[in-house]
């Protein structure tokens, strides 16, 4: 596996370590398991050096997979589902559904909404004071609002629709 730093902050999406005193980024990434309650077992280290090493982003669990086959990490895409979900339950990543049968995971687990461009399965951020949500619906008795996620879908504009 390569363990080369990233372009980012290394230990930045490992934050862990106290302020002012860089840490090894794997060894945040321990402690960051064993604080949610996971135990840092190789293939979970792994995965989620591949996950957040590279800053926020927006990612499918084949996605996934294929990162790990070309970083030579042994594991089955059962294992990577199995992971993200674990990762999604302690908190370090969000799920998204945006297309009925596809789900993206996102490294920024706090509130805030996306663009998902069509014909391209990319998302990305909507700036946090993009969005004002208001009016909802009141939640049947005995249930509260959990999150809301607004997706707005975009599509290219054809270049003869331009000219």
């Known amino acids: 596996m390569d363990h080369s730093a990233p372009s980012a ?8 370590a106290q302020a002012g005193r860089p ?4 060894s945040n990434l321990r402690d960051k398991l064993r604080r949610v309650g996971l135990r840092p077992t190789r293939q979970r280290v792994s995965l989620g050096w591949l ?10 669990a084949e996605m996934l997979y294929d990162e790990a086959m070309r970083a030579r990490v042994p594991v089955s ?5 199995n992971t993200l979900h674990q990762f999604t339950e302690a908190g370090l990543l ?3 559904a945006v297309d009925g049968s596809k789900a993206y995971f996102d490294t920024n687990p706090t509130e805030h909404h996306h663009f998902f461009v069509e014909g391209e399965e ?12 208001m009016d909802l619906p009141e939640p049947p008795e005995g249930f509260e ?19």
């Open 77 to 81: 895409l059962a294992t990577v589902y």
């Open 9 to 16: 902050s290394p230990a930045a999406p490992f934050a862990g």
């Open 122 to 133: 990319e998302l990305m951020d909507v700036p946090a004071e993009g969005v004002t949500v």
């Open 23 to 26: 840490g090894c980024p794997l």
């Open 145 to 163: 609002v959990a999150r809301v996620d607004v997706v707005v879908r975009l599509r290219r504009k054809d270049a003869h629709r331009r000219a």
């Open 94 to 96: 969000r799920q998204l």
């Open 51 to 60: 996950l957040f090493g590279k800053g926020d982003r927006h990612i499918t």
